[in-house]
């Protein structure tokens, strides 16, 4: 994204913003947070009202790439790109297959991340350090995707004034202090006045596009002219990679670590509902907001290729920058709202990584019997190392073995079973749940390395999805666990349902 | 007992889903068919603008109305009825 036209306002916006984030969490989201408490720390206590976990959801859920991203995909593939909007809808949906449930058991046995329940349901180390690895290894690739976001939305605003790993370094830097002084309560603030700039940047700028380039209506009729496919009825194939990116997303999403940490931090059923009967609503003013924006950037700026389509929302801000003061900082708004996109899930995911490496890695793995407090240390500090070993793969990228970083949603939903079955059949045993998982992974990753992005439609998370939940149900009926076993994970949930 | 309920456990929910869903793909319409424009939507993506609506109203119906599981927290204390093998 460049933009020519911002350079050192941008430096300077970014700045005071990021110095404005860190006062707000520093003043209002530390009192009251132990940093010897795992629960205080990584959940808030498990005390998040309605107003910050609706918001930690919505701005953890869309990054960057919803901002800048997909209006280049609804340019490049059309009408078919509405599907960004119901497939967020789904998330909701894949929210409604578990949450209810996982709520109060996490509630009753004090989880603190999703390995909490592996632990708990399945008691093995086996299944439990699998789990762990799967989550981190894909949460690790996620917020490595994130910062390189970052470190390009950042030359693009500043155009080069100051190499842009300084910009990423201080971001990172006071995203890492904010957290390691508030945990998620400081994220969660932080999210909440990143949440209001990222919808505030949207919905301003698709406002200007509209009065700018003309209606949907004129941009669909010239799209009829000049590439008819962009809004015709799409091949079964189309409907059928829609299909698969509704499963990839609606539950892949929903079982992300740090999705389902929010699931635990809310302070009551009540609180959970409200914020997901909102977020039921948000891709409305969203992906949809970026697809009639791809659309009309198709009559505004005709004949991009693919990597021209990539920097459309920095072409459209440029021409409407320079009408009027008004619009040059709104669009500066704009910007600002991918800062915040980027920066509220990047925090999210530093924030769950740590709490796998110091609730599960160490607190499970290295030192069972340390205290609270040395876990959370440990976890900060463990944390604070990868995220700089990150930062150097991002800023100066390895030559091979560039595929081992793109896994992330298909490695990420293969825990999804775990949660899905395990949460409603005592019979999914430790064997079934682990040669699932596994070999889910296996071929996702395969397909992935292989360049084969979807099968008959199907993407490779999906398929590995599939295959994990066959392979889970056949070797748990063949290699069943004993029955006591059997009884004493049915006693972990079976609770709920004992009327 | 108090009145629990499971979204997983009504069934009905989930064909209704499963319907909103797929009426919102546009498999079954002949494909290459644009008109008529509907709010500048081509007509499939209005239908699906739609369904896209109907699904949140219906999660919004669900969540409030078929979730109420937290009351099970209040007498989980020393109750130990029998279920899940106690």
Same mark, same amino acid.
């Given at each position: ?64 790439? @919803? ?66 690895? &799967? ?7 996620? =917020? ?26 201080? &971001? ?15 994220? %969660? ?10 919808? +505030? ?6 406002? =200007? +596009?509209? @009065? ?52 635990? %931090?809310? !302070? ?48 459209? %801000? ?14 500066? =708004? &704009? ?11 990047? !925090? ?92 889910? +992974? ?8 292989? $360049? ?11 398929? $590995? ?35 | ?74 007498d989980e204390s020393g109750n130990t009825k029998a279920g899940g093998g106690r």
């Amino acid at each position: 994204m460049k933009l020519p036209f911002i350079g050192w306002h941008g430096v300077i916006t970014i700045a005071a913003y990021a110095l404005f984030i860190l006062g707000t969490t520093l003043y209002l989201a530390t009192r009251g947070v132990s940093r010897k408490s795992l629960s205080s720390f990584y959940l808030a206590n498990k005390g998040l009202g309605p107003l910050l976990l609706f918001f930690t959801l919505f701005s953890t859920q869309y990054s960057g790439n @919803t901002v800048i991203g997909y209006p280049a995909s609804a340019y490049r593939i059309g009408f078919a790109w509405w599907q960004s909007v119901p497939y967020m809808v789904l998330v909701i949906a894949g929210y409604l297959l578990f949450a209810p449930r996982l709520h109060v058991v996490s509630k009753k046995y004090g989880f603190v991340t999703p390995s909490d329940w592996f632990d708990k349901r399945f008691n093995s180390k086996a299944v439990t350090l699998v789990a762990t690895l &799967l989550m981190t290894y894909g949460l690790l690739n996620y =917020l490595l995707e994130q910062l390189v976001a970052m470190g390009q939305a950042i030359s693009g605003l500043t155009a080069g004034v100051i190499p842009y790993i300084y910009g990423v370094l201080f &971001l990172v830097a006071i995203m890492l202090f904010y957290e390691s002084m508030g945990g998620m309560k400081a994220v %969660a603030m932080a999210d909440f006045i990143n949440g209001i700039v990222i919808l +505030a940047g949207m919905i301003g700028f698709v406002f =200007l +596009a509209l @009065t700018n380039f003309g209606s949907l209506s004129s941009a669909t009729k010239n799209l009829i002219a000049t590439a008819p496919k962009k809004v015709a009825v799409p091949p079964i194939q189309t409907s059928i990679n829609w299909i698969s990116m509704y499963i990839l997303v609606g539950i892949g999403a929903a079982v992300y670590p740090h999705a389902i940490q929010r699931i635990y %931090a809310a !302070d009551s059923e009540m609180t959970l509902k409200k914020s997901l009967l909102r977020m039921a609503w948000m891709p409305f003013f969203t992906t949809a907001v970026a697809f009639i924006i791809g659309i009309i950037g198709t009559q505004a700026f005709p004949g991009l290729d693919k990597m021209q389509s990539e920097q459309l929302v920095g072409m459209m %801000a440029n021409v409407i920058a320079a009408k009027s003061t008004f619009n040059y900082w709104l669009m500066m =708004l &704009l910007f600002s709202s991918v800062i915040a996109a980027i920066m509220s899930t990047t !925090d999210s995911v530093i924030l769950s990584l740590s709490s796998l490496l110091s609730n599960d890695i160490y607190g499970k793995v290295i030192k069972p019997d340390a205290d609270e407090g040395e876990k959370v240390l440990w976890g900060k500090i463990a944390g604070m190392i990868l995220v700089f070993l990150l930062l150097l793969i991002a800023w100066k990228p390895p030559a091979t073995l560039v595929e081992i970083f793109t896994l992330k949603f298909e490695v990420l939903i293969q825990v999804a079973p775990a949660f899905l079955l395990g949460l409603y059949w005592k019979g999914l045993s430790k064997t079934g749940v682990l040669l699932g998982m596994l070999s889910g +992974a296996v071929l996702a990753s395969g397909m992935t390395f292989s $360049g084969v992005k979807t099968m008959w439609g199907w993407h490779g998370g999906v398929l $590995g999805l599939a295959l994990n939940i066959v392979v889970s149900v056949i070797f748990s009926l063949v290699f069943p666990d004993k029955k006591e076993e059997q009884d004493r994970a049915e006693e972990v949930y079976f609770w709920v349902v004992r009327d | 007992m108090k009145n629990v309920r499971e979204p997983v456990r009504i069934k009905w929910i989930w064909p209704v889903l499963v319907a909103i869903i797929l009426l919102g793909v546009p498999w079954y319409l002949p494909q290459g068919s644009i008109e008529p424009i509907i709010m500048g939507f081509p007509y499939w993506a209005f239908i699906s603008f739609i369904m896209t609506i109907a699904l949140s109203l219906f999660l919004g119906y669900v969540i409030l109305n078929c979730w109420s599981m937290e009351s099970l927290l209040d007498d989980e204390s020393g109750n130990t009825k029998a279920g899940g093998g106690r």
